[in-house]
Structures are given as structure tokens and as C-alpha cells.
């Protein structure tokens, strides 16, 4: 599976911004997909999953009620929709697919995604 990220930006605190990822290549809705970030200086850290077929979600604590991650499986593409951002959000978000075998308790965890996009940078300005 080919991942390409995109739709990062500048936005100011409070604002809104909707990242995609276009998949190719395999049967997109073989896999459950999820949404990490690394900001300068931090660890690659768990964002928000969803399964193969798009009816169960799971999100981190820190943009929980803030952030919504949904998938169009007929347009092979996983979106993350981001609002009530903080400066402390700013970070190269990265989507990725993850092994077909794993379970939703295992989502969280970077070792369960076996194709991983170029990440696409969001900066958010207090």
C-alpha cells in the first residue's frame, strides 16, 4: 500500500484543518488506518485509528472531542478532520496502514502499522 499524505498548513489557535492520505495499491478496506504525530523534539505518538470498514474509531486523550478521523473507502482515502487546534498540536502528521491481523486494542502502537505515508506538517499559531 502506497500512502501520500497532504492538506497540512498554518493555522491560527482555534482553528480547523482537514488532513487526507490517498491510498493505492492493495484493497484499502482490507486495513485499519490510524493517525500519528511527531512534534520537534518528541516521539511519533498515537492520534486516531479507525478500522477497515469505518464503523469503529479510536482516539488519543489529548484531541479526543477535538479531532475525527473517517475513511471513504470508495475514494481509497483516510481523512482526519482537526478542530479546536493548540500551538501544542504542531507536529508532521503521519497516516498508516496497519497489519490486517491486528486487533483495535492494538492500534495505538506504531508496531501494528506495517505501510506508513511522508507525514504533512501542521503549525498551529497562538
Known amino acids: 500500500v502506497q500512502l501520500q499524505a497532504s492538506g497540512g498548513g498554518l493555522v491560527q489557535t482555534g482553528g480547523s484543518l482537514r488532513v487526507s492520505c490517498a491510498a493505492s495499491?492493495?484493497?484499502?478496506?482490507?486495513?485499519?488506518m490510524g493517525w500519528f504525530r511527531q512534534a520537534p523534539g518528541k516521539e511519533r505518538e498515537f492520534v486516531a485509528a479507525?478500522?477497515?470498514?469505518?464503523?469503529?474509531?479510536h482516539y488519543a486523550d489529548s484531541v479526543k472531542g477535538r479531532f475525527t478521523i473517517s475513511r471513504d473507502n470508495t475514494k481509497n482515502t483516510l481523512y482526519l478532520q482537526l478542530d479546536s487546534l493548540k500551538p501544542e498540536d504542531t507536529a508532521v502528521y503521519y497516516c498508516?496502514?496497519?497489519?490486517?491481523?491486528?486487533?483495535?486494542?492494538?492500534?495505538?502502537?506504531?508496531?501494528?502499522?506495517?505501510?506508513w505515508g511522508q507525514g504533512t506538517l501542521v503549525t498551529v499559531s497562538s
Open positions: 498508516a496502514a496497519s497489519d490486517p491481523r491486528a486487533s483495535q486494542k492494538s492500534y495505538y502502537y506504531s508496531h501494528s502499522y506495517i505501510y
Open positions: 495499491g492493495r484493497t484499502f478496506s482490507n486495513y485499519g
Open positions: 479507525v478500522t477497515g470498514s469505518g464503523t469503529s474509531t
